[in-house]
């Protein structure tokens, strides 16, 4: 099974000021198709999870475009450019490369 | 507007089985893989199992491989998970969800206890 692993689990973060949330997987997520699937995701409180990117830096829909996702192969990273009130919650990557799907153990992203 | 309602969760003593239902709309549902994920109480996410879009695949976790069996209906838009021989550590919210994630619904309740 492929791990992820998401560093920090738990990050405080002043209004307006960036954000950032790393997620590792234990082999590359590159599909036989040349897709790499990581997605992240965004739980708010008492919420179901929210899709925020997919294939490791597409915005979907209606996601606001301080939200951006980078990497590859291994490595990647969600970045907030300035975060809002409303961005308070749970954050995970996901691998959807290969069966089972994995999540990362999730970030908790609060204000200070 | 996309929708998916998740219906069937219970309270359900150790060894017991149920039937959870997703009712999907506002996209064509027979064109998507559909998924089942699941958060245990105060946990993460948990992927459970994944069809294809004609249901001719399918996929599980090896935590619910043998007792679990996920179909669907796409003349009825609806989404299933068979649970059997239920135990303790089923017990979570269950979510079902578009494969790519795109979509998710408000989740059900499946509590395992005597």
């Known amino acids: 099974d492929i791990v992820m692993t998401q560093t920090p689990l738990s990050s405080p973060v002043t209004l307006g000021q960036p954000a950032s949330i790393s997620c590792r997987s234990s082999?590359?997520?590159?599909?036989?198709?040349?897709?790499?699937?990581l997605s992240w995701l965004q739980q708010r409180p008492g919420q179901p999870p929210r899709l925020l990117i997919y294939k490791i830096s597409n915005r979907f829909s209606g996601v606001p475009d301080r939200f951006s996702g980078s990497g590859a192969g291994t490595d990647f990273t969600l970045k907030i450019s300035r975060v809002e009130a409303e961005d308070v919650g749970v954050y995970y990557c996901m691998q959807a490369t290969q069966f089972p799907y994995t999540f990362g153990q999730g970030t908790k992203l609060e204000i200070k | 507007e996309v929708q998916l309602v998740e219906s069937g969760g219970d309270l359900v003593q150790p060894g017991g089985s149920l039937r959870l239902s997703c009712v999907a709309s506002g996209f064509t549902f027979s064109n998507y893989a559909m998924s089942w994920v699941r958060q245990a109480p105060g946990k993460g996410l948990e992927w459970v199992s994944t069809?294809?879009?004609?249901?001719?695949?399918?996929y599980y976790a090896d935590s619910v491989k043998g007792r679990f069996t996920i179909s669907r209906d796409n003349s009825k838009n609806t989404l299933y998970l068979q649970m059997n021989s239920l135990r303790a550590e089923d017990t979570a919210v269950y979510y079902c969800a578009k494969r790519d994630g795109g979509a998710w619904g408000q989740g059900t309740l499946v509590t395992v206890a005597s």
């Open positions: 082999q590359s997520l590159v599909h036989s198709d040349g897709n790499s699937y």
């Open positions: 069809i294809s879009d004609s249901g001719g695949s399918t």
